[in-house]
DNA sequence: GGAATAGTGTCTGTCAGACAGTATTGG
DNA sequence: CCAATACTGTCTGACAGACACTATTCC
């Protein structure tokens, strides 16, 4: 039985929407390698402490972010010899969409920065970063996930904002209500109208509680 | 710079078709634990041996069932403290897809099983098997994954059978022809023809070169 | 009433599936 | 010629997208 010298780590990529356009979180590193550079958040999987390699990337994200995010995914498993200077290294990269209420007042270690303005990281970050759009953006022309950048209650205009910001294409209302109607994943708050402008106000939707925790699908896309 | 004690690891899920059924690929574990038990090839990363996870992968595949698939993709990374005895562990699972007539003559140590009728698995194993269908049955809805399971050289009516007993369902031939057109990954082999009944013989098509690394789409499904 | 946005009714082109026809082999 | 399977032409119902209309607010 060899006692592999692998080191095994974990990243996120905490993705959000500020200002109708994509973030992706970057950590300052602490400690060597690149001690000083933006990077991902991780770090090492702590057997005693970690029920599994999920719970070790919501200690990273707690510990760095202090956020909970409300989705979290596995997004791939990324290893060899070069990709740390420290040694042949073992990384299970999570992808986790976070509203961007939650995110206020982030510590000075940390910084959110437009997806499409993404600097050059160290170890494979760009390459997970690329990995992870293609994932959210992939995932999101046939499914519920881009919900989980919403907040708690949002209108459907709003909703169909996201969707657009995500895909990077404006996308027909009424399909899109067609759509959001047969997923069956929203109720209407009885009651509630987002009012503010001049106009017609919006009926506000919240997720049902089925569709907290697991992604609605569409069988044949949007 | 802690050094964990986590136990690195690679499974494989080795899919064919036999017989019209999927079948998964087992094989008798030679030490503890559960030795002697059918369970998912699998072993350690050799770090100073391997270039990444998959080439782990790659190796285990070779080593016990004298295997290179033609088709190998990261599935997911499984780990906690309880799914191996000997302490915190880490799998990262890849699926292969095999041409049956690429597994002619396996050795003692291994042997193939329908998907239908596995038996119970040592460690988290069954529901790394039931991961894997389920991973593969959603791409069968809306790729070309399937062909990897088809030789070199395939009619359409074999291709469309392929996908019929992946997906479970019988699919629509006229639709089906049409998808295969459009997804521009077959080519007619010049004079091929399958002959052999009693009645009019079958156009042969292989893959095009650019897709054997790489799967097709379809945006709208089948 | 006007501006602005929310939400809906209806038409139309496109596409998947059904059906039925033709093609080609062996016996 | 018959049986059997390969392949193809055409119709039809369903659905996505476009358009135009109504609804509701603030000014």
Redesign the pocket.
Known sequence: MPHSPVLCTVDAVLLTLQQGALQVLLARRERAPFAGTWALPGGFIHPQEDADAQASALRVLQDKAGVRPPYLEQLATFSGPARDPRGWSLAVVYCALVPAERLQGLGDGVRLVNVDEVPALPFDHGAIVCQALERVRGKSQYSSLPVHLCGEQF???QLQAVYEAVLGEPL????F???MDELAMLEPVPGA?Q?G???????LYRLRPAFRRSLSLSP?G?
Chains 1, 2 share one sequence.
Do not use: D, I
Request: hydrophobic share 30%; aromatic share 0%; no cysteine.
């Open positions: 209108t459907l205009p027909n209302k009424v399909s209500r067609r759509k109208l009012g402008g001049a106009h017609r106000p919006a009926q044949r949007l």
